[in-house]
T-cell receptor, first 114, second 109 residues
Framework: AQSVTQLGSHVSVSEGALVLLRCNYS??????LFWYVQYPNQGLQLLLK??????LVKGINGFEAEFKKSETSFHLTKPSAHMSDAAEYFC????????????FGQGTTLQVKP | GAGVSQSPRYKVAKRGQDVALRCDPI?????LFWYQQALGQGPEFLTY????????KSGLPSDRFFAERPEGSVSTLKIQRTQQEDSAVYLC???????FGPGTRLLVL
């Protein structure tokens, strides 16, 4: 069965510091991988996605993620955190490509300290 | 509209009451998904429509949950005889990977 594990339910960084949110997945087929951000009382907003091709994916708001098949990982990074990045982040896998349902991780709350 | 809309945004129900949650997808989007997000958890898949056809309902937790999309556009998720464990945010997604609605927060007392 496919699954997603996000390491660390809470991550705290200082403003301007590197953001690293970890995601590992299991999938029996080549997966499509996604990162979403959720602000309080709002729906999910897509940050970036990996389908095929280049393994380093750039998204919105300065975020990027690298698909590493050998490590079954898709960690999210941002070189310099902003206060506005404080939110809940979800990693997700779609084992059926672009037409199938998403399987989400438990989420990581990012806190940005001034 | 510019995005996926859901109504109501908040719903308080007494245990045993029936509720109906509405999703208006982006016009022309064929695929529509429903997810349930419990407090502090990631969303979990409920059901999937392609046009009016419900292709996957494997995530519906019980037969109290029912979803429909009769004309292939607006969808309704109905929960009968609500229980406290149904309290969650219900998210709708159209063209599922990019467009999520704001969700309906259901509280069952």
């Amino acid at each position: 069965a496919q699954s997603v594990t996000q390491l660390g339910s809470h991550v705290s960084v200082s403003e301007g510091a590197l953001v690293l949110l970890r995601c590992n997945y299991s999938s029996s087929v080549p997966p499509y991988l996604f990162w979403y951000v959720q602000y309080p009382n709002q729906g999910l907003q897509l940050l970036l996605k990996y389908t095929t091709g280049a393994t380093l994916v750039k998204g919105i708001n300065g975020f990027e993620a690298e698909f590493k098949k050998s490590e079954t990982s898709f960690h999210l990074t941002k070189p310099s955190a902003h206060m506005s990045d404080a939110a809940e982040y979800f990693c997700a896998v779609s084992p059926s490509g672009n037409t199938g349902k998403l399987i989400f991780g438990q989420g990581t709350t990012l806190q940005v300290k001034p | 509209g510019a995005g996926v809309s859901q109504s109501p945004r908040y719903k308080v129900a007494k245990r045993g009451q029936d509720v109906a949650l509405r999703c208006d997808p982006i016009s022309g989007h064929v695929s529509l998904f429903w997810y349930q997000q419990a407090l502090g958890q990631g969303p979990e898949f409920l059901t999937y429509f392609q046009n009016e056809a419900q292709l996957d309902k494997s995530g519906l937790p019980s037969d109290r949950f029912f979803a429909e999309r009769p004309e292939g556009s607006v969808s309704t998720l109905k929960i009968q005889r609500t229980q406290q464990e149904d309290s969650a945010v219900y998210l709708c997604a159209s063209n599922p990977k990019e467009y999520f609605g704001p969700g309906t927060r259901l509280l069952v007392l």
